[in-house]
């Protein structure tokens, strides 16, 4: 069974940074996409990152595209998402995904929270 534990989310002011870290088990990852998706109160959830674990090919959504950065450790079996030039519009609840090949984001995470203060 998949497992998704995220960790990292906290406060902090317009400008600063957060790394938040997604550790994943109970698969063998190698061929999967790990995604972070965020979601603010009375909004959608919402795209934010990926990579492709074996090859490390990573996408982004525009609103992150050049501060944030999505990684993966092999031997930690984690993804990380490195948050620079923190906004307040980036405050959400932040999830950890996971997708096998031609399937759909079924594994998540049960979140962090991410508050960006003015």
């Known amino acids: 069974q998949v497992q998704l534990v995220e960790s990292g989310g906290g406060l902090v002011q317009a400008g600063g940074s957060l790394r938040l870290s997604c550790a994943a088990s109970?698969?063998?990852?190698?061929?999967?996409?790990m995604g972070w998706f965020r979601q603010a109160p009375g909004k959608e959830r919402d795209f934010v990152a990926a990579i492709i674990w074996s090859a490390g090919s990573t996408a982004y959504a525009d609103s992150v595209q050049g501060r944030f950065t999505i990684s993966r450790d092999n031997a930690r079996n984690t993804v990380s998402l490195q948050m620079n030039s923190l906004k307040p519009e980036d405050t959400a609840v932040y999830y950890c995904?996971?997708?096998?090949?031609?399937?759909?984001?079924?594994?998540w995470g049960q979140g962090t929270q991410v508050t960006v203060s003015s």
């Open positions: 109970g698969r063998t990852f190698s061929s999967y996409t």
């Open positions: 995904a996971a997708k096998s090949p031609g399937t759909t984001w079924r594994h």
